[in-house]
C-alpha cells in the first residue's frame, strides 16, 4: 500500500513563498511519476504541476508557469512543490499524488494514489 503525506502548507502573504513536501512510502517510488492537484473551494480539482520518475520531465499549469516548481528527491521518496509570487487566487488544498506510470501527466484519471492534502491560504 502507498501512502503520501504532505506537508508544508499554512498561511501567507500575497507575494510571498511556501514549499510543500510529499513523503511517500513504499520501495518504487522512483519508478512513477508524481504530481500536485489543488481544489479551492466550490471548484473542481485542478492539475498543478507534474515530474516525471527521473525528474527530467516537468509539466505545469499555465496559471503558476514561471512562479512554481516541482522537484523530487528519490533518495529521500519526497516530491516538494516551491512556489513563490504568490496569489490569493493559488488558496486551495493542495494534493500530491502517485502516477500510474513513470510518465509525468497532467490527467487526473492517471494518478491512483493520492494525498490527503494540505491547506494553503494566500491573503491579499
Known amino acids: 500500500q502507498v501512502q503520501l503525506v504532505e506537508s508544508g502548507g499554512g498561511l501567507v502573504q500575497a507575494g510571498g513563498s511556501l514549499r510543500l513536501s510529499c513523503a511517500a512510502s513504499g520501495r518504487t517510488f522512483d519508478t512513477y511519476a508524481m504530481g500536485w492537484f489543488r481544489q479551492a473551494p466550490g471548484k473542481e480539482r485542478e492539475f498543478v504541476a507534474a515530474i516525471s520518475w527521473g525528474g527530467t520531465s516537468t509539466y505545469y499549469a499555465d496559471s503558476v508557469k514561471g512562479r512554481f516548481t516541482i522537484s523530487r528527491d528519490n533518495a529521500k521518496n519526497t516530491v516538494y512543490l516551491q512556489m513563490n509570487s504568490l496569489k490569493p487566487e493559488d488558496t486551495a488544498v493542495y494534493y500530491c499524488?502517485?502516477?500510474?506510470?513513470?510518465?509525468?501527466?497532467?490527467?487526473?484519471?492517471?494518478?491512483?494514489?493520492w494525498g490527503q492534502g494540505t491547506q494553503v491560504t494566500v491573503s491579499s
Open positions: 499524488a502517485r502516477a500510474r506510470t513513470s510518465v509525468a501527466t497532467r490527467l487526473t484519471r492517471e494518478y491512483d494514489y
